[in-house]
């Protein structure tokens, strides 16, 4: 087995708990290394650290399976993995029918991320090792939730062209099924694999339905990157009376429409397509108002070197948004950029307030992804999605 020895810094990361090893943290290596083979980890010295899933021609360049020399790394071992994680979600969290079963190194299966929606898991793998073990993966899948019919690869996007690898998208093992019904909170929504990332985002979950208490009755709610519809139709079914909802991809608000007849909600929602910036512009202009506004963008900042770009999109949606909340109401705003940490966010979300003339209280503790999308206290790496629920005040 190759060997790859790693500087002071990333020792010190490992032994505090952390499950990858950048490409700059590597300071020589033994033996030819492979997209995909599986590597022991020494520090300068020598100490063995772990063993894992090697890639040199990525910037994530050791993805750590154990820190155990004697574990040997197989079907075995996934499954057992699967398995732990999974109880993990449906004893110690509740979760039943709609969850994510698997969240990469925070679960120990470093590449791989399951999420289910009641009878159908949809995979996505970012590691070529893990690719290695795709349908051992799958049918592990099928053996521990016996419920589940279908395993659906959403092989896609940035994460897979880093890795070297093809992307696929596809029903990998079981049934030839595509779409389902899921419940959260008082909303149901239609997921389709063939949508974004995997079929659709259950990492603001808690969050959507949170949304739920603030809709006494009659509000008028702004719904910024709706994708499907998601805080959208939590505010309607709560019983808002007015909702725009905004997106630049006309599947997903064809989508949006369904989860809105779905729901009984299609009277009270309009549906946008187009640039947010643009419509949001416009709205200024006309001097619109909302009682609530939600702003939930994609990632805008992917790497680090984008982070000053990426701040300045941030506070550029933000200041509009806060410009079409009315006095005494409420900004809900997210981000799910991994290089934007809460202080970075909070100092962005400050500052734009002061140009548009607000005055922001917390109106909820700070939040963050669900508990599914477990956080390990060690990683950073693992902690992605901020959410921030404000009362907005003109400034007086």
Do not use: W
């Amino acid at each position: 087995m190759s060997k790859v020895y790693v500087d002071a810094q990333a020792y010190k990361a490992i032994d505090k708990g952390a499950m990858i090893v950048f490409k700059k943290g590597v300071i020589r290596t033994e033996g030819e290394i492979k997209p995909g083979d599986v590597v022991e980890v020494y520090s300068r010295s020598g100490k063995f650290l772990g063993k894992g899933f090697a890639n040199p021609n990525s910037n994530i360049m050791i993805r750590l399976i154990t820190k155990k020399k004697d574990v040997e790394i197989n079907r075995e071992l996934f499954e057992k993995r699967i398995k732990k994680a999974n109880e993990y979600r449906k004893k110690i969290l509740g979760y039943d029918k709609a969850y994510r079963m698997i969240y990469g190194e925070a679960d120990y299966l470093p590449g791989l991320i399951v999420d289910r929606f009641n009878e159908i898991a949809s995979i996505q793998i970012s590691s070529a090792g893990m690719e290695k073990f795709k349908m051992d993966v799958a049918e592990a899948i099928l053996k521990i939730e016996p419920e589940i019919e279908t395993v659906f690869e959403k092989n896609t996007g940035r994460s897979r062209r880093r890795e070297g690898l093809p992307e696929i998208e596809r029903v990998l093992v079981g049934k030839e099924k595509y779409r389902t019904i899921i419940e959260e909170g008082q909303a149901k929504f239609i997921v389709d694999m063939r949508g974004q990332k995997t079929g659709f985002f259950l990492d603001q979950r808690e969050n959507r339905i949170a949304l739920e208490k603030y809709i006494k009755g009659g509000e008028k709610v702004l719904d910024v990157f709706t994708y499907t519809g998601g805080f959208a139709i939590h505010a309607a079914v709560a019983g808002a009376e007015k909702i725009i909802a905004v997106d630049k991809s006309p599947a997903a608000i064809e989508q949006a429409k369904e989860n809105a007849k779905l729901n009984g909600v299609e009277g009270k929602m309009d549906f946008l397509v187009g640039s947010a910036f643009g419509i949001m512009e416009k709205m200024q202009k006309k001097e619109k108002k909302f009682d609530i506004v939600i702003l939930d963008p994609p990632a805008f900042v992917q790497h680090e070197k984008d982070l000053k770009r990426g701040l300045r999109a941030y506070f550029n949606v933000n200041y509009q948004g806060l410009k079409l909340v009315k006095d005494g109401g409420i900004l809900v705003t997210a981000s799910c950029s991994q290089h934007v940490d809460m202080q970075m966010f909070k100092d962005m979300i400050i500052a734009a307030a002061a140009k548009a003339g607000k005055f922001l209280k917390l109106i909820e503790p700070y939040r963050t992804q669900t508990p599914d999308h477990p956080i390990l206290m060690a990683s950073k790496d693992t902690e992605y999605l901020k959410c921030l629920f404000l009362y907005v005040e003109e400034m007086k």
